[in-house]
């Protein structure tokens, strides 16, 4: 059974609830976070949690807890959850509103979940991918608005795709939930603007950085169709290689050998390899 | 006490709940409604309620009910509120999600809430009102992504101005939950591109046909400094005057002639005034 936690109480997620006049649920107003465990330790969970608390400052809202206090939340989630590897997703809404615009105080939210099924195929084979115009609203702040993609799910699917690429005249910024990195040569490239930074697109980077160059910079539409490689990086998707875009195929439709030497570099600091 | 109607129950607001899991709390997946009486007497129903069951379309939210159902629903809530003039909130959203981004069986609530105080010198000398550049993402439909003007509350609030007005690369959407309107001479202009199409919005072009030449267009920013007029027009604004907008003065800062005209119109379609 899953656990959660929920403004001062530890209680089965399947029993938390929040009043409709919650400003999260209403005007859509809420922020969240969402990180997991390698071997049964979250993974970065600092980076995290400080990312959670910078989101909460930039949309105004308190977070009634310090990192620390947070911490404390995720192991006792964790721990009732009775999972080895879980994720952890944190949500701080606008509250409960008197007048259905105006702030309350924020609900904090912190639910223990299982791990998504990994299909071992999309690591080793890579994917594919649509690409849709489309802007983030305040892409840096980790927002609950996900519109986007879930209205652009059943062209995904009708297209054999597994995500979507979203550009905004002409300029590539990322997948609906993860960021995105192509290659030319030795050279990798990936946005740097109206992205949410992630946390695996900030880990990749560092490993990165021993072996090819970096270049984080807007990236043009026009660019990715002649790109050597391309993956995408995410909490769950860790380095996801792509290996279709639309209609063209990248690297000939196989996983190229700089996104496996990234995958294992990955995977080594992660610990799931020695 | 206010009631409210959520899955197949009537129970009082304070009392209803969603668990988590819901989509419009996840992902910001949700839409709603908003509409009031006047005497008592829900105004425009079903113009709102073909609205909703028309947002709910457009997101691929299957509306659980008819809008004969929805009526009933309305008038049980208004009922056992047990109050003479009232509005309703309804909401749906993308439902309880197994997986934290597919939507699942819509949550409908329907909500019976007190009308906002008016307040008097709002209608009789007008509002000020600030701009900001500003999208909405799809305002055709009425989703519950507001998180633009909770952000910018604190802005208006410091420049003493009661909304904001949106406009985007030198063009004009609307305010924030409202219509925009300009008259030049005798001509009445009002942006019809990137705005949610309101019922007070219709009403009063309706009644503003008979007086005046309409012009539904793409409106400029450049315009809205030398407008004769402005005013909004909102479920709860009714025929609302501006008369400042940033540091320009509309008319002197004086209510014009022609929106009181709209003003009375509009209370005497409405049974305000006889």
Not at 242 to 252: A, E, R, Y
């Amino acid at each position: 059974m899953s656990y959660c936690y929920l403004n001062g109480s530890f209680l089965p997620t399947a029993e938390a609830s929040l009043h409709l006049n919650d400003l999260g649920l209403l005007r859509g107003f809420a922020i969240f976070d969402y990180f997991r465990t390698y071997n049964g330790i979250p993974f970065r969970q600092e980076l995290y949690l400080q990312r959670f608390i910078n989101s909460a400052k930039l949309m105004g809202l308190e977070v009634p807890i310090t990192i620390g206090g947070l911490t404390e939340i995720v192991a006792e989630v964790h721990q009732l959850s009775q999972r080895h590897d879980a994720a952890f997703r944190l949500l701080l809404t606008g509250g409960y509103t008197a007048d259905s615009i105006t702030p309350g105080i924020p609900n904090l939210a912190v639910m223990c979940e299982p791990l998504p099924a990994e299909v071992p195929a999309r690591f080793a084979e890579g994917i594919s991918i649509i690409t849709a115009d489309h802007l983030r609203e305040m892409a840096e702040i980790k927002t609950t608005n996900y519109m986007k993609v879930i209205l652009l799910a059943p062209q995904i699917k009708s297209a054999g795709a597994f995500d979507v690429l979203y550009h905004h005249q002409g300029e590539v910024s990322e997948l609906s939930r993860s960021n995105f990195f192509i290659f030319k040569g030795d050279t990798l490239i990936t946005p740097n603007a109206n992205i949410l930074f992630g946390i695996t697109r900030r880990t990749t980077l560092e490993l990165a950085g021993k072996h090819f160059r970096v270049e984080e910079r807007p990236l043009l539409l026009e660019e990715v169709w002649s790109a050597d490689e391309a993956f995408t990086t995410g909490t769950i998707k860790k380095v996801m290689p792509i290996v279709k875009i639309d209609d063209h195929l990248i690297n000939k439709g196989v996983v190229g050998r700089r996104t496996q030497l990234l995958q294992n570099e990955f995977d080594r600091f992660a610990g799931l390899i020695g």
